[in-house]
């Protein structure tokens, strides 16, 4: 079993809806959490971070984390075709060295 | 933004060849790392480097070889390139265990 789990979609949406994207972990010790988002060959590029639990908003981004159900969501309000991607998870613990982790991302195709 | 410059972003070369690909960050991070990355797969670390004369190797073993002599420089080197070895090569840098920047990537193609 992978450590992060991401649903790969692909995930097609009309221009204007809420989307939700989810990852899930079974690392207990995880406590960095971040979204990145990668257009087609192009690196990812961070999106959010957060740390342990909570919500983070910005602009027509959200993201959350709930540590007792070891799930992280980002909401993409009002969605946008340049918002067309793949979307990745990853987080780290804050110890045992620095490796983060990454989802396999999620495939968001964006329709007008 | 992040400032980490990766070329070539392109390159076909020829089975045997020796290729470098080049990395530059300019945020004077300690930590830098090599991802390799199939067309629409996951990321896989291939080599990651905690400061000058530290390179370890990633979980994806990998035929490439890195070098670390300067803060801001981490090349990747392939002595003798096979078909099996095209890919996306992305660089990456980080102050801590949360922020990860890469790069634009690269784009290597061996026939």
């Known amino acids: 079993q992978k450590e992060v789990e991401q649903d790969p979609g692909p995930l097609s949406v009309p221009e204007g809806a809420i989307v939700s994207l989810n990852c899930t972990y079974s690392n207990s010790a995880f406590q960095y959490f971040m979204w990145y988002r990668q257009y087609s060959r192009k690196g990812p590029e961070l999106l959010m971070y957060t740390y342990s639990s909570g919500n983070k908003e910005d602009g027509r981004f959200t993201a959350q984390v709930d540590k007792s159900s070891k799930y992280i969501s980002l909401f993409i309000r009002d969605s946008q075709p340049s918002d067309s991607a793949t979307y990745l998870c990853?987080?780290?613990?804050?110890?045992?060295?620095?490796?983060?982790?990454f989802g396999a991302g999620t495939r968001l195709f964006v329709k007008a | 933004e992040a400032d980490i410059y990766q070329t070539p972003r392109y390159l076909v070369i020829g089975t045997g060849k020796k290729i470098t690909l080049e990395c530059s960050q300019t945020m004077g991070h300690d930590k830098m790392y090599w991802y390799q990355q199939d067309p629409g797969m996951e990321l896989h670390l291939i080599h990651y480097s905690y400061g000058v004369n530290s390179t370890e190797k990633g979980d994806l073993s990998s035929e490439s070889t890195v070098s670390r002599i300067r803060t801001e420089h981490f090349p990747l080197t392939l002595e003798s390139a096979r078909p099996s070895h095209t890919s996306q090569y992305l660089c990456?840098?980080?102050?801590?265990?949360?922020?990860?920047?890469f790069g634009e990537g690269s784009w290597l193609t061996v026939v």
């Open positions: 990853a987080m780290s613990a804050s110890t045992g060295g620095f490796k983060t982790i």
């Open positions: 990456a840098s980080s102050e801590g265990r949360n922020t990860i920047y």
